[in-house]
């Protein structure tokens, strides 16, 4: 089964469910392909967040993605 690691570029696209970005990481998700990111992507999303506008919605849309991805540890 082939697994990607997902940079802060992809993440930050994959939180609007509607864009390209996320509309390919769902449907990777429903071919059984597993997703994951890093911690240090996770930190540089967060810190981000301080510059969007739409807060709640965007750490709603956050939230459901990260059910979709794995958090792998860096080694």
């Known amino acids: 089964m082939p697994a990607y690691l997902l940079d802060t570029n ?3 696209l ?4 509607a864009s390209l970005v996320g509309e ?3 449907k990777a998700r429903l071919a059984g392909i597993r997703l994951g990111t890093c911690l240090p992507v ?3 999303i ?6 969007v ?7 709603r849309d ?4 990260l059910l ?5 540890p860096m080694t």
């Open 10 to 12: 992809h993440v930050g």
């Open 42 to 44: 996770i930190c540089e």
């Open 24 to 26: 390919r990481v769902m």
């Open 68 to 72: 979709q991805v794995r958090l792998w």
């Open 62 to 65: 956050l939230d459901h993605l």
């Open 53 to 59: 506008r739409r807060k709640v919605k965007y750490r």
């Open 14 to 17: 994959a939180v609007n469910r």
């Open 46 to 51: 967060e810190a981000g967040l301080r510059q």
